[in-house]
């Protein structure tokens, strides 16, 4: 009994060691890849920024004349102005030695700026749709999260309460295009996004 419980324990110590030397391994192997592509992206030369995806906000497109008694309203249309006069990329799954080896590392501050401007932008247009749908006006509030969906936002939130709406009014097939939306993100947040949306499709065929 003794001797074979010995032996499961050695058995058990082998695996553990030898997993552990092809987890070192890995690890080592990693990080050197990672290294000579960074020394690599640090010698690239500045390219043009000329053919990036700009995002472009149509102001007209917004209830801007709505509940303008809100200071938050007003905060977040203040900052929806003031990015609609910047340059505003959305660089989502793109890491910096990414973004050094395809524009040069001399483009870098430009384009976290960028980026930065990106995830300012759908967090307000967010915020923006939160305050009108609390207020009562949920359908003044889809423009705002049509578009950061069409942007690329991969705030959760974005796809759950346009979902619900447009479920509220029947609009089933919907969801569909905003799973579509979703499958395109490379961001880690896709997976559970679209594992909520077909929820709420399955959840709303059940209740038929």
Request: charged share 25%; aromatic share 10%; with cysteine.
């Amino acid at each position: 009994m003794i001797l074979g419980f010995l032996a499961s324990f050695i058995g058990i110590a082998i695996i553990i060691s030898v997993f552990a030397k092809g987890t070192s391994k890995k690890s080592v192997e990693l990080e050197k890849n990672f290294w000579i592509r960074e020394a690599k992206a640090n010698n690239v030369r500045r390219k043009s920024l000329d053919n990036l995806n700009y995002i472009h906000i149509p102001l007209e497109s917004f209830p801007m004349e709505l509940l303008l008694e809100n200071s938050a309203i007003l905060e977040c249309m203040d900052i929806i102005k003031s990015l609609s006069g910047q340059k505003i990329v959305n660089l989502t799954g793109w890491s910096n030695t990414d973004l050094k080896l395809e524009y040069g590392t001399a483009n870098l501050t430009l384009l976290s700026e960028y980026d930065q401007n990106f995830t300012l932008l759908v967090r307000t247009l967010q915020k923006w749709a939160d305050i009108l749908t609390e207020a009562g006006y949920a359908e003044e509030a889809v423009p705002l999260m049509e578009f950061a969906v069409k942007a690329g936002t991969d705030i959760s939130r974005t796809y759950y309460q346009l979902a619900d709406y447009r479920l509220s009014q029947g609009e089933n097939t919907y969801i569909e295009q905003l799973i579509q939306s979703a499958e395109s993100l490379p961001s880690s947040n896709k997976d559970a996004i679209i594992r909520n949306l077909k929820d709420k499709i399955w959840g709303d065929v059940s209740r038929l």
